[in-house]
């Protein structure tokens, strides 16, 4: 199976399944003497950890992550730095009436078919377990990105019908503090109010609903991304689209500048500074990226998750003998996947940003 790998210098494989014994991560090209703050790695881990309120699987791991290698004295090497995640409550037996069905909207027909054999336990690779190893890659890449004062900020601004209004402040550790005080993970503590009664409403039902998280990359210096197939935003746009339930990326203006005019959309430079190399923008529609390319403002986009496809009711589907038949989910499920979605969009982000930037060969091994 490939497609277990992402980026170029800053590269990561992960491994492992939902039902297996570990999970894990390789990172391959992280700079020497990187800060590795274990603590730091569990504290984000923990946000996308199953088991953390109401509103979330009640499937309880620690998410405990041991780093095996690429790390002496608390910095890394420049080595492979390989993490595992031991798999701690695991319940195969919740995933035996599907053995021979395909659920609808998941992955069991289409790996049938690719492969000739899946994982029906949880779904295996195509699980979102798999994202805990993302999240603890991401958080080295944060450590890496804030030696360049770089910092990603992300929060729940939607779920089903209901929005966020446009956060009034930028300053990050405000933002963080308003998002980790309420269990759906929302800068804006009346909606978020709104939007936890709505999850457990519809969790009560038997039923799931989508969302929407939006994401601030903050201090990203001019000149990183390619002006071909190798875009920031194509980039950014691969990484959110390989995280499970995404079905939407948009970044600046999205798709509503699609109903502007330019001269309504046009980012008027401007030099506050008397700086020819540090130039800003009245407005922002770009989403801080021009021609593929960073353009020093504030990166700026929005992930789109749908519903979770199981389903706490019954539902007509089809065998592996093709017959009809019914199904009704079993087990531990989100009713909604964003409140633990943020850290992996963060996360992605964070990688996506450190590649450009060893690429861009920013990085300056004597600091």
Same mark, same amino acid.
């Given at each position: 199976?490939?497609?277990?790998?992402?980026?170029?210098?800053?590269?990561?494989?992960?491994?492992?399944?939902?039902?297996?014994?570990?999970?894990?991560?390789?990172?391959?090209?992280?700079?020497?003497? &990187?800060?590795?703050?274990?603590?730091?790695?569990?504290?984000?881990?923990?946000?996308?950890?199953?088991?953390?309120? =109401?509103?979330?699987?009640?499937?309880?791991?620690?998410?405990?992550? =041991?780093?095996?290698?690429?790390?002496?004295?608390?910095?890394?090497?420049?080595?492979?730095?390989?993490?595992?995640?031991?798999?701690?409550?695991?319940?195969?037996?919740?995933?035996?009436?599907?053995?021979?069905?395909?659920?609808?909207?998941?992955?069991?027909?289409?790996?049938?078919? +690719?492969?000739?054999?899946?994982?029906?336990?949880?779904?295996?690779?195509?699980?979102?377990?798999?994202?805990?190893?993302?999240?603890?890659?991401?958080?080295?890449?944060?450590?890496?990105?804030?030696?360049?004062? &770089?910092?990603?900020?992300?929060?729940?601004?939607?779920?089903? +019908?209901?929005?966020?209004?446009?956060?009034?402040?930028?300053?990050?550790?405000?933002?963080?503090?308003?998002?980790?005080?309420?269990?759906?993970?929302?800068?804006?503590?009346?909606?978020?109010?709104?939007?936890?009664?709505?999850?457990?409403?519809? $969790?009560?039902?038997?039923?799931?609903?989508?969302?929407?998280?939006?994401?601030?990359?903050?201090?990203?210096?001019?000149?990183?991304?390619?002006?071909?197939?190798? +875009?920031?935003?194509?980039?950014?746009?691969?990484?959110?689209?390989?995280?499970?339930?995404?079905?939407?990326?948009?970044?600046?203006?999205?798709?509503?500048?699609?109903?502007?005019?330019?001269?309504?959309?046009?980012?008027?430079?401007?030099?506050?500074?008397?700086?020819?190399?540090?130039? =800003?923008?009245?407005?922002?529609?770009?989403?801080?990226?021009?021609?593929?390319?960073?353009?020093?403002?504030?990166?700026?986009?929005?992930?789109?998750? +749908?519903?979770?496809?199981?389903?706490? $009711?019954?539902?007509?589907?089809?065998?592996?003998?093709?017959?009809?038949?019914?199904?009704?989910?079993?087990?531990?499920?989100?009713?909604?996947?964003?409140?633990?979605?943020?850290?992996?969009?963060?996360?992605?982000?964070?990688?996506?940003?450190?590649?450009?930037?060893?690429?861009?060969?920013?990085?300056?091994?004597?600091?």
């Amino acid at each position: 199976m490939a497609g277990n790998s992402f980026g170029d210098v800053f590269r990561i494989t992960t491994f492992g399944e939902s039902h297996g014994e570990a999970i894990g991560v390789i990172i391959d090209g992280c700079p020497p003497n &990187i800060t590795i703050d274990e603590a730091f790695i569990q504290s984000e881990l923990d946000k996308r950890r199953p088991g953390q309120s =109401k509103i979330t699987t009640q499937r309880k791991e620690s998410d405990t992550a =041991k780093i095996l290698s690429g790390v002496f004295e608390g910095k890394s090497t420049g080595t492979p730095l390989a993490m595992v995640i031991p798999n701690e409550d695991q319940r195969s037996k919740d995933y035996s009436h599907i053995a021979d069905k395909y659920r609808p909207s998941h992955a069991d027909y289409t790996y049938q078919m +690719k492969y000739g054999i899946r994982d029906y336990r949880g779904g295996g690779r195509s699980s979102a377990r798999e994202t805990a190893a993302r999240v603890a890659a991401g958080a080295i890449a944060k450590s890496f990105l804030a030696q360049f004062g &770089i910092h990603v900020f992300a929060h729940v601004s939607g779920v089903g +019908k209901i929005e966020a209004p446009n956060l009034a402040t930028h300053d990050i550790d405000e933002l963080t503090a308003l998002r980790e005080s309420n269990i759906v993970r929302c800068a804006d503590p009346a909606t978020a109010h709104e939007m936890i009664a709505f999850i457990d409403a519809i $969790r009560k039902a038997g039923d799931t609903v989508g969302g929407r998280i939006s994401a601030t990359i903050q201090q990203v210096p001019v000149g990183l991304g390619e002006p071909v197939f190798d +875009k920031l935003h194509a980039d950014l746009a691969k990484a959110m689209m390989s995280i499970n339930a995404v079905h939407g990326f948009e970044y600046g203006s999205g798709f509503a500048g699609s109903q502007m005019q330019g001269s309504e959309h046009n980012d008027v430079f401007v030099n506050p500074d008397g700086d020819a190399n540090n130039l =800003k923008t009245l407005t922002n529609f770009s989403g801080g990226i021009q021609g593929g390319i960073s353009n020093g403002m504030d990166i700026t986009f929005r992930v789109a998750f +749908k519903p979770v496809a199981t389903l706490m $009711r019954a539902q007509q589907t089809i065998n592996e003998a093709g017959e009809s038949t019914e199904i009704t989910g079993k087990g531990r499920h989100d009713p909604c996947v964003v409140p633990r979605a943020v850290v992996i969009v963060e996360a992605m982000a964070a990688l996506v940003i450190a590649d450009h930037l060893l690429k861009n060969q920013l990085y300056d091994p004597t600091r």
